[in-house]
């Protein structure tokens, strides 16, 4: 063996074929966890019977602990969620897995936003506590015949909605995160909104999301870009959306993972004579706050 044969061997030992194949196969299974979880996220979205909605979600790393889901219920409305995983990469996507399951499993026998949360903390408490994680959740059901949105939050950022050069987040619910405190119950609200608004659901990923000077692109930004792409289709704010962010980001590593939902509102009948007017939930049944 040469000098030189022998210095690179030093430099950079050799890997046996064992350990050679054991980082094809944990090469492979990642790519299969990031197609499942691709296929899981990015199924087709479900047809309204007036306006549209769609979701999508770029982990940071090969795989995300964000999570958005839909699920269709009586007379054409649809449960909406949105959540982020405390952490990221493969134990993140693994309690992603989770939350979904409880999503679903909860979905199936729950009559609101809120029950829908309280279930899924209920089943996933003593998993998240026992892992030291939580999950961020905000749940809504979206009534397109009368243009009802009734929510329940777990921690979650609240979603904006906006039309005509005016953005707001939604009234104000709060709730525990997922995994936070055992035996919670969560409120709703409700919200008529009008037609040709947009409802825009989110994870922190966007707006935590930094420049190359560590400047964070921030809420005010999000709201400039929702304004700026006001009357698009929500394919068209979608993409826009994710352009701003990283073209500010500039080069910069993507650190967390960047998730929305988008609600586009359609015409609906309804009595409702006064449109954007919080619901509250009381012992009467539900009324104006």
Not at 256 to 264: A, C, E, G, H, P
Request: glycine share 8%; net charge negative.
């Amino acid at each position: 063996m040469k000098f030189r044969d022998r210095l690179t061997f030093k430099q950079a030992p050799s890997v046996s074929e064992e350990t050679q194949d054991e980082l094809r196969i944990l090469k492979r299974e990642i790519n299969l966890a990031r197609n499942i979880q691709t296929q899981l996220l990015n199924a087709k979205p479900p047809k309204l019977i007036s306006g549209e909605v769609i979701g999508s979600s770029i982990p940071a790393r090969l795989i995300g602990g964000d999570y958005f889901d839909f699920y269709p219920l009586a007379n054409g409305k649809i449960r909406i969620v949105i959540g982020d995983v405390m952490g990221k990469g493969i134990p993140a996507a693994m309690l992603m897995i989770l939350t979904r399951g409880a999503f679903r499993s909860a979905a199936e026998s729950t009559a609101g936003p809120g029950e829908t949360l309280t279930a899924m903390n209920n089943a996933l408490y003593n998993d998240l506590r026992s892992l030291k994680s939580f999950v961020t959740v905000f749940c809504s059901d979206w009534d397109p015949k009368l243009g009802v949105l009734t929510f329940a939050n777990a921690g979650h950022h609240l979603p904006l909605y906006f039309d005509e050069n005016k953005v707001e987040e939604l009234p104000k619910v709060t709730g525990v995160m997922l995994g936070g405190l055992p035996n919670q119950v969560y409120h709703e609200s409700q919200i008529h909104l009008k037609p040709t608004q947009t409802v825009y659901f989110y994870t922190d990923g966007i707006v935590e999301a930094r420049n190359q000077e560590g400047e964070q692109f921030k809420l005010e930004r999000l709201i400039n870009t929702l304004l700026q792409n006001q009357g698009r289709s929500v394919q068209e704010l979608e993409q826009a959306i994710v352009l701003d962010v990283f073209q500010f980001m500039n080069g910069v590593n993507q650190k967390d993972d960047i998730t929305m939902v988008i609600l586009q509102v359609g015409e609906h009948s309804t009595d409702i004579a006064c449109y954007n007017s919080p619901m509250i939930q009381s012992e009467g049944g539900m009324h104006d706050e």
